[in-house]
């Protein structure tokens, strides 16, 4: 079983093969998600003051899949995870891509940034139900307002609602995405999802097949329960004003987030 973390140092040390795997099964779980691009876009269009680009920090970046789309549109985007993996990915993709983008491998709870006049701050995809409880979001919320300019915006998206399943009771749950990467094929199927009064779980299979070997895992990731309420009453808590939520609609293969606004 692999936990991924919420804040843990278990990203360190990893071989290039595992730091390949983490890359890979991060893309194929979470790359084919674009129903919030338009919205980050629309705030970044909206941001942005005169012809000066938008300065953007996108929060948990991954390897890249909101800021490179970002980066495109013109904006100045740092791009900040824990996963040192996951960046380096990103800056190849960048550079794929002639894009410029900074990184900075920080934590989303403790980061301390030069630059301190952001005028967008994202969390797209449920990265702050990673961050841990209550205390650690509002950790999270001080530092994104430190870094905010006066009057800038930061907007998390968070899933509020989840159906649960669960493969092993029958259930059919969704089917499989899959990735070639060389001669190995990933492929990685949501088995079961339980709502519990704290915590949403999400398991997965994954398998990886090549020529040499047939392995398989299971990844289990454990949001935080988390209302808009909450979280606009956290922002408020950590110096931020709550703006009206906006809404990303579900789509056949994946569920609807509410985006909470706080301006600084
Ligand atoms: C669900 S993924 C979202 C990736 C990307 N933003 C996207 O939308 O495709 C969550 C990301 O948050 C990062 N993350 C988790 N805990 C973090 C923390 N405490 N500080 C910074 N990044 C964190 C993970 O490494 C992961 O890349």
Redesign the pocket.
Known sequence: VVVS???DRA?LGRSAAAAVRAVTW?ELE??S?SA?LPLWRELALRTAMGTQPVTLL?????SG??TLDLAAQGCRVTA????ED?LAALRAHAQERALDVQTVC????TFELEQRDFGLCIA????VQ??GGESERVAFLGRVAAHLRPGGLLACAIVTRLEPFDCGNGDLGPSAESRRVGGTLYSSRATRVEVRARHITIERERQIVSAKQTAGERNVVELERLSAAQLRSEGVAAGLRPEPDRVIAPTEDHVGSIVVMLRG
């Not at 900040?80 to 996963?83: F, I």
């Not at 797209?124 to 990265?127: D, F, V």
């Open positions: 973390p919420s804040g990203y991060h979470c790359g998600y919030d996108d929060v948990g970046a991954g899949r909101v900040l995870d824990l996963d996951l920080a934590d989303a709870r797209p995809m449920q990265t990673l961050l």
